[in-house]
């Protein structure tokens, strides 16, 4: 692909990953209740997830959800539903269950959780193996190797997702101690959590393209 093409991805993925979403309030959250090193292996997570949706993608099943109303709807289902869960028990959580722990402390057992929830949160929405399939070929050139092109724009997707995680993370960690006051968690947990459960409802009530 030619500069000004790759030029023009990274400008496109920069609005894509500075956008709200669930991913960014997840990871704000986990980095106001547990730490950045928690929220930060909740991205990884999430990135992992979007991983396996562009090589799924590339293997076909996003034609498969743009052309299947029903592979369309269950994905879509299955996501929003996991949204509006994770909405009510964010907003349902005790403040007062909320533990300031430092990162030092931070094991494998404990992050494992966290990497999990990324996950799930990650490849929740049907609509981002939509957006790849259609999103990834505009950039592609047909007369190069296919295999070097999408390593390069998944690379370049993957960094700058992770970049605004990291930054994201640090940022909230840096302000927690003013946060994690029982009365802030409180609104805090209700606001995120009410938020979750908006972006499943959204998500439940999307239709797919033709």
């Known amino acids: 692909m030619s ?3 790759y030029s023009l991805y990274i400008a496109a993925v920069a609005v894509l990953v500075l956008s709200p979403g669930p991913t960014m309030l997840m990871c704000m959250t986990t980095a106001l209740n547990d730490g950045k090193s928690s929220a930060l292996a909740a991205g990884v997570g999430s990135i992992s997830a979007v991983l396996g949706v562009m090589t799924l993608s590339a293997l076909g099943l996003g034609a498969l959800l743009a052309a299947s109303e029903i592979a369309f709807t269950v994905v879509k289902v299955i996501g929003a539903i996991y949204l509006i869960w994770l909405g009510v028990r964010t907003f349902c959580s005790n403040a007062e269950a909320v533990i300031i722990k430092r990162d030092a402390t931070d094991t494998k057992r404990r992050l494992r959780p966290h990497y999990v ?47 605004a995680l990291t930054m994201c993370a640090f940022g909230v960690s840096a302000i927690a101690p003013v946060l994690r ?17 908006a972006m499943g409802g959204l998500l439940l009530l999307s239709r797919r393209h033709a």
């Open 3 to 5: 500069l000004t093409t």
């Open 117 to 163: 929830r990324g996950f799930l949160v990650g490849s929740s929405n049907p609509k981002a193996i939509l957006f790849f399939t259609a999103f990834f070929p505009q950039f592609l050139n047909p007369s190069e190797p296919f295999a070097l092109q999408y390593f390069i724009l998944a690379l370049t997707f993957i960094t700058c997702e992770f970049t």
């Open 181 to 197: 006051s029982r009365r802030h968690m409180r609104w805090i947990n209700k606001v995120t959590g009410g938020l979750f459960g």
